[in-house]
């Protein structure tokens, strides 16, 4: 079992509708939650981080998790055809010095016009 | 600031050949990251330093990879000999501070070929 799992998509929503990307985790003990954005041919950029259960809300996007079930997601709203990417799930799963991500495979997203 | 600079930004190389790989981190950030990318295994996280010394290699696939951070402001990643199964994309990152809420800052990466 892989420790960051992402459906790899693509995820393929309308222009202005609501897009849901899923992440799930198997270290329980994890507490630190962050989501990349991957452009083709860029470098990842963060965009969202997370470290309690509950929502959390920046701008368009909103982080969800819950650590129970070992679950985090992300939510755009009013998707852009900007917005089209690669997004990865990436998580410490320690929690310690050195902020060492596990990354998930990603999850291709296209926003269609 | 000009962010995590990489070189070179391509590289094609026949197998058997020496591989270096360039990274300069941000001014002032302590933290270094060497990731590699590719379609079957995405992100993976090969070694990372602190303030100059290395912490954790677990991550590097064979002794054929070998990483130094000779000074705060440059690092390498050498293969050799290098082979097809190297290529890939490789990402240098900085961070300030190893809290959990230090946000890594990625380099545009090197895409390596090895033929």
């Known amino acids: 079992q892989k420790e960051v799992e992402q459906n790899s998509g693509p995820l393929s929503v309308p222009e202005g509708a609501i897009a849901s990307l899923n992440c799930t985790y198997s270290?329980?003990?994890?507490?630190?939650f962050f989501w990349y954005r991957q452009y083709s041919g860029k470098s990842p950029e963060l965009i969202m981080s997370?470290?309690?259960?509950g929502d959390k809300e920046d701008g368009r996007f909103t982080a969800q998790l819950n650590k129970a079930s070992q679950y985090v997601s992300l939510l755009i709203r009013d998707s852009q055809p900007s917005d089209s990417a690669t997004y990865l799930c990436a998580v410490n799963p320690r929690n310690n010095a050195g902020n060492m991500l596990t990354f998930g495979g990603g999850t291709r997203l296209m926003v269609k016009p | 600031d000009a962010g995590v600079i990489q070189s070179p930004r391509h590289e094609v190389t026949e197998m058997g050949q020496e591989v270096t790989l360039r990274c300069k981190p941000i001014s002032g950030h302590d933290y270094l990251f060497w990731y590699r990318q590719t379609m079957m295994r995405g992100l993976e996280l090969l070694i990372y330093f602190n303030n100059n010394v290395p912490i954790d290699d677990s991550g590097m696939p064979e002794d054929r990879f070998s990483a130094k951070m000779p000074n705060a402001s440059f690092s390498t990643l050498k293969i050799q000999p290098s082979e097809p199964r190297d290529s890939a994309v490789y990402f240098c990152?900085?961070?300030?501070?190893?809290?959990?809420?230090?946000?890594?800052?990625f380099g545009n990466g090197t895409r390596l070929t090895v033929t």
């Open positions: 997370i470290y309690s259960n």
């Open positions: 270290d329980r003990g994890s507490q630190s």
């Open positions: 990152a900085s961070s300030l501070g190893g809290g959990y809420n230090s946000p890594l800052h």
